[in-house]
């Protein structure tokens, strides 16, 4: 029994006498059939996927020049007076920052 069916049973049974017994509620309560939560499980399609790298490709791309910590940047003068890059650090959660924003977006549209 679905719970619009048990109203309406309470309905017609207050229609004729003011008084239900606890028992017949009791009863038609337990009749009722219980609420099923279909949860959908989507798997991300090679399609999908490749529509995710390419949007994280622009978007790193575009802000490739907020992706390195230029304060922690190491150069060295070679023996030809030539400048070397010896390291850099890179901004991880700038870059987990852009790629979240990519996905959240993918998962928006998902929703409507």
């Known amino acids: ?3 619009e069916e048990l109203v ?3 309905e017609a049974a207050k229609a004729l006498t003011s008084v239900v017994s606890i028992d017949n509620v009791i009863a038609l309560i337990q009749q009722l059939e ?3 939560i279909v949860e959908k499980e989507t798997k991300l399609t090679p399609a ?3 529509q995710i790298a390419e949007e994280i ?3 790193l791309d575009y802000n490739s020049s907020d992706l390195v910590d230029t304060d922690s940047v190491e ?3 070679d023996y030809d007076n030539r400048i070397s890059l010896t390291g850099a650090s890179i901004e ?3 870059i987990m920052d852009h790629i979240d924003t990519v996905l959240t977006r993918f998962t928006d549209d998902d929703d409507e």
């Open 8 to 10: 309406a049973q309470l």
């Open 92 to 94: 991880v959660y700038r």
């Open 75 to 77: 150069f060295e003068l």
């Open 1 to 3: 029994m679905k719970r």
């Open 34 to 36: 219980p609420e099923v």
């Open 57 to 59: 490709e622009k978007v």
């Open 48 to 50: 999908v996927a490749g």
